[in-house]
Antibody
Framework: EVQLVESGGGLIQPGGSLRLSCAAS????????MSWVRQAPGKGLEWVSV???????YYADSVKGRFTISRDNSWNTLYLQMNSLRAEDTAVYYC?????????????????WGQGTTVSVSS | DIQMTQSPSSLSASVGDRVTITCRAS??????LNWYQQKPGKAPKLLIY???SLQSGVPSRFSGSGSGTDFTLTISSLQPEDFASYYC??????????FGPGTKVDIK
């Protein structure tokens, strides 16, 4: 079964760091584009970051310079390292698999999602 | 960056109604437009990709159309399980792959 399971969320003070993990099963994380998407309480979805199958990484302006997306192929796991956390980073964080495996794929969209992990930034 | 807007932000409808949600991009995105459904406390679910292609397992009452800057999600006959929030997302060329602000569909 194709599945994503996130972990690592929790309560953290402003300025602190947290690393989210997203363990994949049923497919290989390095074969697809993989993204992080977050949702603040009562708000809409916000795209956060993507790592391409080739390893290129991109970030939303709101997290650039503070968050780092990576993957461990041996563990088939996606990560999001979050530093210098702010109150406005409080959200449910989802990892998601993109249908694309390369730039020329025309079948877009995130078709597999994790259950989400909650990050609360507060003193 | 490409900005996405949706209208309406919310709507009330009855079971059996035909529902249409629109999404507009701030510049042409060809057909790189995806639609998601999200129910409270749950992860989003991909409904439509490439503007009009139905994701596997999604009921045929859902359809998408449009290209360039203007897109539409249509539910031909609203079912009880369709009451949810709906988001469009552009995936054109390079990131950020922005989402629209969402449309909440609730029971009239």
């Amino acid at each position: 079964e194709v599945q994503l399971v996130e972990s690592g969320g929790g309560l953290i003070q402003p300025g602190g760091s947290l690393r989210l993990s997203c363990a994949a099963s049923g497919f290989t994380v390095s074969s697809n584009y993989m993204s992080w998407v977050r949702q603040a309480p009562g708000k809409g979805l916000e795209w956060v970051s993507v790592i391409y199958s080739g390893g290129s990484t991109y970030y939303a302006d709101s997290v650039k310079g503070r968050f780092t997306i990576s993957r461990d192929n041996s563990w088939n796991t996606l990560y999001l390292q979050m530093n210098s956390l702010r109150a406005e980073d409080t959200a449910v964080y989802y990892c998601a698999r993109d249908r694309r495996s390369n730039y020329y794929d025309t079948s877009h969209g995130m078709d597999v999602w994790g259950q989400g992990t909650t990050v609360s930034v507060s003193s | 960056d490409i900005q996405m807007t949706q209208s309406p932000s919310s709507l009330s409808a009855s079971v059996g109604d035909r529902v249409t949600i629109t999404c507009r991009a701030s510049q042409s995105i060809s057909n790189y437009l995806n639609w998601y459904q999200q129910k409270p406390g749950k992860a989003p679910k991909l409904l439509i990709y490439a503007a009009s292609s139905l994701q596997s397992g999604v009921p045929s009452r859902f359809s998408g159309s449009g290209s360039g800057t203007d897109f539409t999600l249509t539910i031909s006959s609203l079912q009880p399980e369709d009451f949810a929030s709906y988001y469009c997302q552009q995936s054109y060329r390079t990131p950020p792959f922005t989402f629209g602000p969402g449309t909440k569909v609730d029971i009239k």
